[in-house]
């Protein structure tokens, strides 16, 4: 069995909450952070898949100008299609093309930004170009990169890797509060997993990690110690041990994670809830 690393930071969440979307079944009604979330995360994988392509077509010195135009121009295109690949989710939320557009259009400038800098730099101090450029080009930025280990039980995509010669650094991108120092303690296990599962997946020892909170622009260190693979193994050890329970765990005795919660009319509602569990009960 391998769990979404996604779980571990929805148990330390709420445990409750797990339970009833994993072992009941429950959904919450669709979110538009939710649909724009995953609008972004469609867009930033076609950009990685697009950044060979971009940077050997780059065969000639240029401006950091041209270079930006030319991130820009590959970028918006891909996030129109990701926008009308979820038209339907859009209307859901209630949440038009448009207003899609406008709304996601900071983080793909952004990242624009970001990658002509990267690639601008790189030239300017190594003068190569074309598929020598792409070549020796570092750091490397990965998106929506896909990894798993049966050992670890973990599978997970990481929203940013950046790829240096010997070492490999996961980023996350969050949206939402940042916090006033470090980070929220479910983004902590969150790169501490993906770590976890970089190490193995590229046989090199990863160092340290980030979060990025995209809407306050800052990014935050989390330097990985040993330790922190038994945490994460604990966590994984307990996620499974409950999608196999039949007891449904208290709540979270948060005010203000219920407030926001899309089951916590199904969650307070004790008879209700009772009659799920005994029909999930029967079926196993
Ligand atoms: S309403 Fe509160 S206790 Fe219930 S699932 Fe949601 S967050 Fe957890």
Request: no cysteine; aromatic share 10%.
């Given at each position: 069995m391998k769990i979404s690393v996604s779980l571990l930071s929805s148990y330390l969440y709420c445990s409750r909450k797990l339970f009833l979307e994993k072992v009941l079944m429950l959904e919450e009604p669709p979110k538009e952070s939710i649909v724009m979330g995953s609008i972004r995360h469609e867009a930033y994988d076609s950009i990685?898949?697009?950044?060979?392509?971009?940077?050997t077509s780059i065969t000639k010195r240029a401006t950091f100008e041209s270079?930006?135009?030319?991130?820009?121009?590959?970028?918006?295109?891909i996030l129109r299609k990701a926008i009308a690949n979820?038209?339907?989710?859009?209307?859901?939320?209630?949440?038009?093309?448009?207003?899609?557009?406008?709304?996601?259009?900071?983080?793909?400038?952004?990242?624009?930004?970001?990658?002509?800098?990267?690639?601008?730099?790189?030239?300017?101090?190594?003068?190569?170009?074309?598929?020598?450029?792409?070549r020796k080009l570092t750091p490397k930025i990965m998106s929506e990169l896909r990894v798993e280990s049966s050992q670890l039980k973990l599978k997970g995509i990481i929203d940013q890797v950046h790829v240096y010669d010997n070492e490999y650094v996961p980023f996350e991108l969050k949206t939402g509060?940042?916090?006033?120092?470090?980070?929220?303690?479910?983004?902590?296990?969150?790169?501490?997993?993906?770590?976890?599962?970089?190490?193995?997946?590229?046989?090199?020892?990863?160092?340290e990690g980030f979060v990025v909170y995209l809407d306050t622009k800052e990014k935050r260190h989390i330097a990985i110690n040993p330790y922190m693979k038994e945490e994460v193994r604990q966590?994984?050890?307990?996620?499974?041990?409950?999608?196999e329970s039949r007891e449904l765990p208290d709540f979270c005795n948060n005010e203000n994670k219920c407030r926001k919660c899309g089951l916590k009319q199904t969650c307070y509602n004790e008879?209700?809830?009772?009659?799920?569990?005994?029909?999930?009960?029967?079926?196993r």
């Open positions: 990685n898949k697009k950044e060979e392509e971009i940077a270079i930006q135009a030319l991130y820009k121009q590959k970028y918006l295109a979820n038209r339907k989710r859009l209307e859901e939320v209630n949440i038009n093309m448009l207003e899609a557009y406008k709304k996601s259009f900071p983080f793909i400038m952004e990242e624009s930004l970001l990658r002509a800098t990267n690639i601008f730099n790189f030239i300017e101090a190594n003068n190569v170009f074309g598929e020598e450029l792409w509060r940042t916090p006033q120092d470090g980070v929220w303690p479910s983004h902590r296990i969150q790169i501490a997993a993906y770590s976890l599962l970089l190490q193995e997946h590229f046989s090199k020892p990863v160092k966590i994984v050890e307990e996620i499974i041990a409950l999608l008879e209700e809830v009772n009659n799920l569990l005994t029909i999930k009960l029967q079926s």
